[in-house]
């Protein structure tokens, strides 16, 4: 028995809750996951998992042997890659989840240059703005923007990005151009609704101008829930936008897109990168994020800080 990969799939096995989606996030078989964490339980004469049809519940004995486990694999995690930064390179398989905008724009167009430098990860990028099951999909990071709303991850911040309001010509050819934010809440204005994964409404925004506020819901044609999607409607003339600035500065500088209430201030979108509180922090986790980190600070506007380390209440 591969002691290693039995302990291995026995902590996927408890982080997920099950046989199966341990097996696909391993990429093995679920008969190969199932017989090392019972050939793991037999070396060890201890039962470490409570099976039903339904689902896995872990035993006080394998709650602790779990504990224990992942500090192990996290030492010889640091043990292969901290042996000669030199000569010893981060490696393997890393799996993230990103918005499709900052992938497009931002991350893919410079993975050449990350690759050359780390030629042994290999990226499996998830390309959505939809909310992530970390554990039980497997995945190792995920970075988002706006406030994050699981409290259990642990985060690290890495920029704030600059927000504009953004029309189309078309539109506002038919429309008038608005000299109020508060137009926009009534006919014949429409907006583009972004709607957050799990939300019931689409989004509603905040602006500021010497002491005065206003929140603007809006109505909408369409509302969606992916950054691509809600830039190509607002090219299409469908309502206005509301965007971060490194999506539309192309289409401003082509006149395809107007940027709207230029005196008034819109709150900066935050950006986190965010993993499980039990997910040691590897090499190549360690590298990616430095990486999102210092790509953040070239290729988008950051108003706030873009190396400040923090955890979310309730994190480890």
Not at 44 to 62: F, H, I, P, S
Not at 118 to 133: A, E, F, H, K, N
Not at 229 to 246: E, F, I, K, M, T
Request: aromatic share 6%; hydrophobic share 45%; proline share 6%.
């Amino acid at each position: 028995m591969d002691r290693f990969n039995a302990m291995q799939a026995f902590a996927r096995v408890v982080e997920t809750g099950s046989f199966t989606k341990a097996a696909e996030t391993l990429h093995m078989s679920k008969t190969s996951v199932t017989q090392l964490v019972q050939h793991l339980e037999a070396r060890l004469r201890v039962k470490l998992l409570n099976r039903t049809t339904r689902k896995v519940n872990v035993t006080a004995d394998g709650a602790a042997y779990y504990e224990r486990v992942i500090k192990l694999l996290a030492d010889m995690d640091d043990a292969e890659t901290s042996l000669s930064h030199a000569t010893v390179l981060p490696r393997g398989r890393l799996r993230v989840d990103v918005p499709g905008p900052l992938a497009r724009m931002i991350l893919i167009p410079a993975l050449p240059a990350f690759h050359a430098q780390y030629p042994d990860i290999q990226l499996d990028m998830g390309v959505s703005d939809r909310m992530v099951d970390l554990i039980d999909e497997g995945v190792d990071c995920v970075v988002r923007g706006g406030e994050l709303t699981d409290l259990s991850l642990v985060a690290r911040r890495v920029g704030d990005l600059r927000l504009g309001v953004y029309a189309a010509p078309g539109y506002l050819e038919r429309t008038g151009l608005p000299s109020h934010p508060q137009e926009l809440s009534a006919p014949p204005h429409y907006i583009v609704g972004f709607r957050r994964a799990r939300a019931g409404l689409a989004s509603s925004h905040a602006m500021y101008r010497n002491g005065e506020s206003v929140e603007v819901q809006g109505r909408y044609v369409v509302s969606v829930d992916d950054g691509n999607a809600c830039l190509a409607a607002g090219l299409a003339g469908l309502g206005v936008l509301w965007l971060p600035d490194y999506m539309t500065r192309e289409h401003v500088l082509r006149g395809e897109l107007i940027r709207l209430f230029n005196d008034w201030h819109l709150d900066p979108m935050p950006m986190y990168i965010a993993f499980p509180p039990n997910r040691h922090v590897s090499a190549k986790l360690r590298v990616f994020i430095d990486w999102v980190v210092d790509l953040m600070a070239q290729g988008a506007p950051v108003v706030g800080p873009r190396d400040q380390a923090l955890k979310t209440p309730g994190s480890a």
